[in-house]
């Protein structure tokens, strides 16, 4: 192993002893009993959010205090764009889940460099299921390895998407006959196209680097392609921590979905 990949390694073995822990503070938040409350836009968020931001804040930085931060739960200043790594964060992506005793939330950590995330975990605690990658070393669900399903045809293709707006009258070049489902966090979603559970997740709507970042990772090193529905490239830390939307895939479907979702705008952010 040289010695970066040794670097990498100790990092995702830090981000993946944090998100468990964190996941154990988010189950007992629960149990204990929620505050909840309302951010600017109307999305809720908890006690537990809050709860469980510090305890990431507080293991990560204070095991790597020269990375920078940015989290959904804490205040974003311009120092990380300085920093040569920084930690990128949801403490519980899915809140809406976790409130109501869904399953499908979890906590994703990314490391990211350069403007590419390099290490990756997303922890779902009620699912048991912790998927974990680092840069050029595959992608792994509990220890196992995971590829990105092998589908070529969107006829009949199994995709997380909001069947209203894909079924629906937008679209240049109508879809196939697709099987659509839901999952409440986006970060999870990403992971399920990457364990080959899904061929594709698709959203047209600007994504926090938070929620898409350790799951562009883990999709990539599963073999799956990630890009806004342009098609175009993400780049991570940036001063707007956004990217313009998702198309998350099987590697042979990619084309296949930029082709019918290039002409619809990008969304202003």
Known sequence: MSDATDDLGADLDLIRAAAIAAGELALAEREAGLKIWSKIGGSPVTSADMAVDRLLHDALLGARPDHG?????????????????????????GTVAYMKGKPWWCIPIAVVEEGRPVAAVIHAPALGETF??????????????????????????SVLADARLMEGPLWPEPWPAMRFEKRNAIAYRMALVAAGAFDAAIALTPKWDWDVCAGALIVEEAGGRVSDHHGGAWRFNQ??????????????????????????PLAPR
């Open 132 to 157: 974990t990658a680092v840069l050029g070393g595959g992608a792994f669900l509990n220890d196992r390895p995971i590829t990105a399903s092998d589908t070529a045809d969107l006829d009949d293709a």
């Open 69 to 93: 931060w940015l989290s959904e739960e804490t205040v974003d200043t311009p120092t990380r764009l300085a920093a040569r790594r920084i930690f990128v964060v949801d403490p519980i992506d």
């Open 239 to 264: 001063a707007d921590p956004r990217q313009g939307s998702l198309v998350c895939s099987a590697p042979a479907l990619h084309p296949l979905i930029v082709r019918r979702t290039a002409p619809i």
